[in-house]
C-alpha cells in the first residue's frame, strides 16, 4: 500500500476486485503460508477471510491468542456508552433514530449530562464514549464541547461518535478533552451505501470515508472504525475495514488504531439485514484482523450476546463496552427508545467478574491526560 495514495485510492482499487473468483483459487498452502507469516499483505489477510479458511480457525485462534497476550497482556479494557441526543437528519434505513422514524426526540440538558455521568461514575469506570443523532442544528459542536467539560469532571478519557466532522472542529474538540473517535463507514460498497442511505448529509459518502483521516490529523489518540455487519457481503466488507485500518495505521503511527465488528441487531423501524453473519463468520473475521494487524484494538460491543463474548474474549478483544443503553437519557429513565437492542445487558460489576474468573484483568482506566 502506498503512502500517497488516500483511503479513497485504497478501496476504489479494489471496487471491481473479483472476490470470490480470488477464493476460487486459493490453496490449503497459501493458508498456511499466510497464518504463519510475521508480516502479512493485505492479499494475506483476505486469504484468512475466505470460505476455505474456516477449516484453520483453530490455528488462527491460537495464533491470535499468542499476538494479543503479548501485546496487550490479559487485560480488558471496559467503557460504556453515553446517549446525548437522538434528533437525526439522515435516513438511514437500518437505523433507529432515522429522520423517517416517528420517535420522541430529545437532547440532554447540561444538568441531565451530569446526572447521567455520576450514575455511570459509580460503577468506577473511567472510559466513556458520548453518542448523538446526525443533527448539527441540535448537537452542534459547542454543544458537544460543554457536555465535555461537565463529563471531564468524572472521566479521563472521552471519545465521541457523532457526525463527521471537519479537521479544525475534531481539533476544537480535541482541545477540550476529547481523545478518541469512533466512526464507521457502515458500508464500503459505494454503490450499496448509496441506497441505504436515503436522504440527509450522510449519504456524502466520501466525506464519510476521509472522516477518521481528518480526526488523525486533528491530534486525537484513538480512532475507532468499522462496517455495520450485515449491510452487504461481510467479507468484502471485512477486508475493506482491513485495508482502512492498515492505512490509517501506516499514515499515523502516534494514533491507536482500533475496528469495531458490530453486526446488526434490532431496532425501531423493524429493518431486515441482506447479509448473513453468523458467530462462525464473526469469530473468522476477528482472528484474521488479528493476524493481520496484530497491534491494532478490537472492540466488542453488547450488540453480541454474552455467551459469545465470553468466548471471543481469548481470540483477539483489547476493548469491551459494559453497562451499555442505547436510548437518551437511559442511565437515569428506561422508558427511551433505543437506536437498538442490545444483547448482552451484564452491568460493570458483572463484566469485571467474567473477565476475573477467565483469567484477565479488567481496565477501567489505562492513561492519563496531563
Not at 63 to 84: C, D, E, Q, S, V
Not at 88 to 117: D, M, P, Q, T, W
Not at 139 to 145: E, R
Not at 147 to 171: D, G, H, R, W
Request: aromatic fraction near 10%; glycine fraction near 6%.
Amino acid at each position: 500500500m502506498k503512502k500517497n495514495m488516500s483511503i479513497h485510492h485504497v478501496v476504489e482499487q479494489y471496487k471491481d476486485f473479483d472476490i470470490q473468483a480470488y477464493f476460487a483459487e486459493i490453496t490449503d498452502r497459501q493458508i498456511t503460508g499466510a497464518i504463519s507469516k510475521h508480516e502479512m499483505t493485505l492479499l494475506d489477510y483476505l486469504t484468512l477471510l475466505s470460505p476455505k479458511a474456516e477449516a484453520y480457525l483453530e490455528e488462527m485462534a491460537q495464533k491470535a491468542h499468542r499476538l494479543t497476550i503479548n501485546r496487550f497482556g490479559r487485560t480488558i479494557l471496559l467503557y460504556t456508552p453515553l446517549y446525548l441526543a437522538n434528533y437525526c437528519v439522515n435516513h438511514c434505513v437500518y437505523c433507529g433514530f432515522h429522520s423517517g422514524n416517528k420517535i420522541a426526540r430529545r437532547k440532554l440538558s447540561l444538568e441531565e449530562v451530569e446526572a447521567e455521568a455520576q450514575i455511570i461514575a459509580q460503577t468506577g469506570l473511567k472510559h466513556l464514549i458520548i453518542l448523538t443523532g446526525e443533527s448539527r442544528l441540535h448537537s452542534p459542536v459547542s454543544y458537544i464541547k460543554d457536555c465535555v467539560a461537565v463529563l471531564k469532571k468524572y472521566f479521563t478519557s472521552i471519545s465521541i461518535e457523532i457526525y463527521p466532522l471537519e479537521q479544525a472542529e475534531y481539533e476544537e474538540l480535541a482541545k477540550a478533552g476529547v481523545d478518541g473517535v469512533t466512526i464507521y463507514q457502515e458500508v464500503y460498497d459505494q454503490a450499496g451505501y448509496e441506497q441505504l442511505h436515503l436522504a440527509g448529509p450522510k449519504r456524502n459518502y466520501l466525506y464519510r470515508l476521509n472522516a477518521p483521516e481528518r480526526a488523525c490529523r486533528a491530534g486525537v489518540r484513538t480512532v475507532n472504525i468499522g462496517a455495520l455487519l450485515g449491510l452487504a457481503d461481510w467479507r468484502r466488507e471485512a477486508f475493506l475495514t482491513g485495508a482502512h485500518a492498515a492505512y490509517l495505521q501506516q499514515n499515523f503511527l502516534d494514533v491507536e488504531v482500533s475496528i469495531s465488528p458490530p453486526r446488526i441487531r434490532p431496532h425501531t423501524g423493524g429493518f431486515m439485514p441482506s447479509a448473513v453473519v453468523n458467530d462462525k463468520n464473526l469469530v473468522q473475521y476477528v482472528l484474521a484482523y488479528r493476524l493481520f494487524m496484530p497491534a491494532s484494538g478490537i472492540t466488542l460491543s453488547t450488540r453480541e450476546p454474552a455467551a459469545l463474548r465470553d468466548h471471543l474474549l481469548k481470540l483477539g478483544i483489547t476493548k469491551m463496552s459494559a453497562g451499555s443503553c442505547t436510548a437518551v437519557g437511559g442511565h437515569m429513565e428506561h422508558n427511551s427508545v433505543s437506536q437498538f437492542d442490545i444483547s448482552d445487558g451484564r452491568n460493570v460489576t458483572e463484566m469485571a467478574a467474567m473477565l476475573s474468573r477467565q483469567g484477565y484483568q479488567p481496565v477501567y482506566k489505562d492513561w492519563q491526560l496531563w
